[in-house]
């Protein structure tokens, strides 16, 4: 997917391996992460594919840079994957896959780590938001008809991402709500028996 990703971002103009990170990052990182070195890699693939080209620019007073360019070949290989049926998208939260297992810690230790979770979920909120208002100040909100198609589709992939954050804050106050209950009725403090590894084998 950085692949396609990449590609999108050289579809409107040229850039140097340090401008498409510096775009990443200010947009596509916020629904798909990748790293600088990943990033360059796959720079070095698309232009082995024959999907980008690069130009080495001798510059006077800086380092000297190295802009790439979508090929036609990249633009046709773009709109035949944005023409592809997506299928369900997977889910990776290492936060989900700890709750899945505290069961195993103390109730107030879950307590902790869900309460720390909600804070950086706001803490990206509070960044988002401010992302939407700059944007909105500066290009027009998502539900201004004067928009343009390009820049709205953009603006819908940010709405996303606040509606995401929002919700997950949502869920993480509801698990807090009814662990803190759970405490306060006397149960989900005894810590449950060891599971047989024949008995998980078997389940």
């Not at 759970?182 to 599971?195: E, I, K, M, N, T």
Request: aromatic share 8%.
């Amino acid at each position: 997917m950085l692949k396609f990703a990449l590609l999108e971002l050289l579809s409107s103009r040229a850039l140097s391996g340090y401008e498409l990170n510096k775009r990443f990052k200010a947009s596509i990182i916020t629904f798909w992460h990748a790293s600088h070195t990943q990033i360059y890699q796959q720079l070095r693939k698309l232009e082995a594919e024959g999907l980008v080209v690069s130009q080495k620019e001798i510059q006077e007073d800086k380092p000297n840079k190295r802009t790439y360019y979508i090929t036609s070949r990249g633009r046709e290989a773009l709109r035949r994957w944005l023409l592809e049926p997506p299928g369900l998208q997977g889910i990776k939260d290492d936060m989900l896959l700890k709750v899945f297992a505290f069961g195993l810690l103390p109730p107030e230790a879950a307590l902790g780590q869900l309460r720390e979770h909600q804070r950086l979920h706001e803490q990206k909120l509070a960044l988002l938001t401010e992302t939407r208002r700059r944007m909105d100040e500066r290009y027009g909100a998502v539900d201004d008809p004067t928009v343009g198609n390009e820049l709205f589709f953009r603006l819908l992939t940010l709405h996303h991402r606040l509606r995401y954050e929002a919700s997950y804050i949502e869920w993480c106050r509801w698990a807090i709500e009814l662990i803190s209950a759970r405490l306060a009725a006397g149960q989900g403090s005894r810590q449950p028996d060891p599971v047989p590894h024949e008995a998980a084998i078997e389940a």
